[in-house]
């Protein structure tokens, strides 16, 4: 790990994702809409960990985007069955620009909205539940 | 964007889960989280609510205070959930940080209070909501 006095300093921001009209619905829906940040940083982490099993096969695909429901994708992650089907169980999403691992994160201006939405479509879990953890990283900035 | 400054401020998050049952369904005093240990210095940046689960009940109101100290300690925010801001999943309702006097500033070893007040609530018939508290800290030794 490096370290050095201007580098980054992370914060993980966590959401719960409960099974009614999230996991156990099909349609396109927000979890999170628009909220401002405040301060400058960049994504560097999708994880989901499951809190509660699913007992029928699902799929549903979480974008975050950078800005309102109609954003800019810079990270998403597919949540099925498989990954439903123990408690505990971590997933990681892919995070970049557009939803595709570049290399590159994804970057917040202290300004900017984020938006975290399940798509459209999908298949309908029954029951499951989990956490989403998104993990930020921002190096020491003024107040505002 | 706030220009970088290697002596500024680092960000972070904590988010809690605001149940229905024993806090949104009624409009007694309760505590969400209870004189915890802040373990370094920081202030408190920002409070979000983010509805999870569709909001119900004819006048609903709760409003949540975040204390620098116990129950009865000072006011650093606070925000209110109504039947209005929790009728669509995911919308964010920013709440209202109390600068006057440094009371949204923490010491090392302070204790914050998270806590749903009696005044003015009306109880939800359905909901709950993610509570997003934003602090700002400085570099700090361990202790």
Known sequence: MGRGAYNYSRTILSLQIPSVAYLAATGAVNLMLSKTLGFACELERIDVVTTATASVAGSRVLNVRRGNATGTVVGTITLLLASQGTIGTVNAGVVGEGGVATGAL?????TDTITVQFAGSGTAFTGGGCELLLTLRDKNQAAA | MPRLAPFGYSRHTLTLTVPFTGVLN???????????????SCELERIDVVPTTVGTGAGATRTVNVRNGSATGTVAGTATATLS???????????????????????????????????????????????????????????
């Open chain 1, 106 to 110: 994804p970057s917040f201006t202290d």
């Open chain 2, 26 to 40: 009624t409009t007694n005093q309760v505590n969400l989280m209870l004189s915890k240990t802040v373990p370094f």
């Open chain 2, 85 to 143: 801001n929790q009728g669509t999943l995911g919308v964010v309702t920013a709440g209202t940080i109390v600068t006057a006097a440094g009371a949204n500033k923490f010491g090392s070893g302070d204790t914050m209070t998270v806590e749903f007040i009696t005044a003015g609530a009306t109880a939800f018939t359905a909901g709950g909501f993610e509570l997003i508290l934003t602090f700002r800290d400085k570099n700090q030794a361990a202790v």
